[in-house]
């Protein structure tokens, strides 16, 4: 069992950056690869990054890709999503998800309970 707890998010203006984060419990987690998402308000909820659990792997949806940044510190059992240049668009709850690198994008297996992060145009 992994449980994820997301922070960092808030209010920021388009252009700004902004860095969130996911702590993760159990003694495993550099077992899981690690993934963010996002769903905005009206949305289905969408693949942001994935990083695989030693971190040598790396995923980046296109509409982020240049902007995002995903890493982890298995040693803190942290992950990170780095995000640059924001623009109104990246709005949303961003979530934090665990599981297996073959599935991350599809079919993760533990969830966060979400960080809102909010760009003002």
């Known amino acids: 069992q992994v449980q994820l707890v997301e922070s960092g998010g808030g209010l920021v203006q388009a252009g700004g950056s902004l860095r969130i984060s996911c702590a993760a419990s159990g003694r495993t987690f550099s077992s899981y690869a690690m993934g963010w998402f996002r769903q905005a308000p009206g949305k289905e909820r969408e693949f942001v990054a994935a990083?695989?659990?030693?971190?040598?792997?790396?995923y980046t949806a296109d509409s982020v890709k240049g902007r995002f940044t995903i890493s982890r510190d298995n040693a803190k059992n942290m992950v990170y999503l780095q995000m640059n240049s924001l623009k109104a668009d990246d709005t949303a709850v961003y979530y934090c998800?665990?599981?297996?690198?073959?599935?991350?994008?599809?079919?993760?297996?533990?969830w966060g309970q979400g960080t809102q992060v909010a760009v003002s145009s």
């Open positions: 998800a665990a599981g297996q690198w073959a599935l991350i994008r599809t079919n993760p297996n533990y």
């Open positions: 990083i695989s659990g030693g971190g040598s792997s790396t």
